[in-house]
């Protein structure tokens, strides 16, 4: 149920971005100019690497879906990625989606940019999303996140949580994507208590290793365990499930990412160390674009979900996030001021 509200308040807060928004693309009855008499479908996501089932970035995407296929009653599908595959791969799946009559198509994750150029000049009817990424087209929405901000929250609930004064960061795969979730964190945790190490450790240079091998998570987190940490934050997709285990099984705090995955069900032997998650509402953005397409208003250009709109935050379903003194007060009053710009967050890293 909580999922449900927050994505319908992240649709509320962006109606002032859906009546700025150039109007083109599909509605949900207009014909694609491709596909002679097919009338739209609906919405069709392309995932990401690790696909349904990450409990993470694929899953809260996945969540969008479902709310949009609820409550505008049309068809929707979900296209897996391929192990290995190429660009020409991605751009096919795109076109096939929208030759068959979706409106919008969203691909899941930066590595869509280059197929998603060229595949939206070929369907100027139907409206594209990009999840992560910025690509230039009239009828392409390019929804990205204030990764940096939710990660400063979880940097301050790790360093109130720490009793070593040593924390760790995980990230699939060093990139500037997942550099803005190291930036935050390390800010988030020196703002709040001085002396406090961050271990850094990134998992590979192949985004299909790094954000899809738990095993490699899990060693990483070990590492960072034995050296001292007693606080673990993954942005690692679903090798962030070896890093949940890794923490759970050693009775340390870990910190999720994406979704709140102290919720999520195949985590739930673990959920008891998830002290909270950075929430990015993958999920709200692409409801919000169904419903811009649907209501005749299609949303384009960068469209960007932060703080001041709960497009990014942090979760409190663990009871045991309220009890660790101080740890809420100081979230709460971090956020205020990441609203109100008295704090400024890095996008990179001090290195």
């Known amino acids: 149920m909580r999922r449900v509200t927050r994505l319908t308040q992240i649709a509320i807060g962006v109606t002032g971005l859906a009546l700025a928004a150039t109007a083109c693309g599909g509605t949900s009855s207009e014909k694609n100019s491709n596909d002679g008499d097919k009338k739209n479908l609906g919405l069709a996501i392309a995932y990401d690497v690790g696909g349904k089932g990450d409990q993470s970035f694929n899953d809260s995407a996945y969540e969008g879906l479902v709310k949009a296929q609820k409550e505008f ?3 929707t599908a979900d296209q897996e990625p391929k192990d290995g595959e190429s660009d020409d791969d991605k751009a096919q799946r795109l076109s096939n989606l929208a030759k068959a009559g979706y409106n919008p198509v969203v691909g899941i994750g930066f590595a869509y940019g280059p197929a998603m150029k060229d595949v939206a000049k070929k369907f100027p009817k139907t409206t594209f999303g990009i999840v992560d990424s910025v690509v230039e087209g009239d009828n392409v929405a390019s929804l990205v996140f204030a990764e940096n901000e939710s990660s400063y929250l979880a940097g301050v609930a790790a360093a109130k949580a720490t009793k070593s004064d040593h924390v760790g960061f995980v990230g699939g795969v060093d990139n500037e994507l997942i550099n803005k979730f190291e930036a935050g964190f390390e800010q988030g945790v020196a703002d709040t208590k001085k002396g406090v190490k961050v271990e850094v450790q990134y998992l590979d240079e192949d985004p299909a290793k790094g954000f899809a091998s738990p095993d490699l998570g899990e060693a990483a987190a070990d590492k960072q365990l034995e050296d001292g940490a007693d606080v673990i934050y993954h942005a690692a997709g679903l090798s962030g499930q070896g890093v949940i ?6 009775k340390k705090w870990v910190i999720g ?17 998830i002290l909270t998650s950075a929430l990015k509402e993958v999920g709200g953005s692409i409801y919000t674009l169904a419903k811009s397409v649907k209501d005749g208003k299609p949303l384009s250009g960068v469209q960007t979900f932060d703080l001041k709109v709960d497009g990014v935050g942090v979760a409190e379903t ?12 100081a979230v709460a009053k971090a956020k205020q001021g990441i609203v109100d710009g008295t704090i400024k967050v890095d996008t990179k890293p001090k290195k």
């Open 245 to 250: 285990k890794a923490a759970a099984e050693q």
């Open 73 to 75: 009653g049309y068809k």
């Open 257 to 273: 990412v994406d979704s709140d995955q102290y919720a999520q069900k195949t985590l739930d032997k673990y959920k008891d160390y």
């Open 318 to 329: 663990n009871p045991q996030y309220k009890t660790i003194s101080g740890l809420a007060d």
